[in-house]
């Protein structure tokens, strides 16, 4: 098992900035694919579509074209641990964040989520 935990999120400005963490403990198995998904308001149901954010599997990145520019995605593997850190926010980037972790042995485990609401 492996357990995910977010933190960071909150109210901001548009324009202002935030920084989601999210630490993994449990069986971490490397290589693993940790990354960022978000659920806006309304998308909620049977399918949960959640929009991808931004992935880190090792060296390579890929990021939404909504927020690339604007978000960044970084790991500490010493600390298993994810960030997103978010800038010139927009009251479209409103939704929860999930962390995300993935290994083809262990298959995929979701964090419980994180508030991000983007209003002036």
């Known amino acids: 098992q492996v357990q995910l935990v977010e933190s960071g999120g909150g109210l901001v400005q548009p324009g202002g900035s935030l920084r989601l963490s999210c630490a993994a403990s449990?069986?971490?198995?490397?290589?693993?694919?940790m990354g960022w998904y978000r659920q806006a308001p309304g998308k909620e149901g049977a399918g949960k579509e959640r929009?991808?954010?931004?992935?880190?599997?090792?060296?390579?990145?890929n990021y939404a074209d909504s927020v690339k520019g604007r978000f960044t995605i970084s790991r500490d593997n010493t600390r298993n641990t994810v960030y997103l850190q978010m800038s010139s926010l927009k009251p479209e980037d409103t939704a929860v964040y999930y962390c995300m972790y993935r290994t083809v042995s262990q298959g995929v485990y979701w964090g419980q989520g994180t508030q991000v609401t983007v209003s002036s």
């Open positions: 929009e991808l954010v931004a992935t880190l599997p090792g060296v390579f990145t």
């Open positions: 449990g069986s971490i198995v490397s290589p693993n694919i």
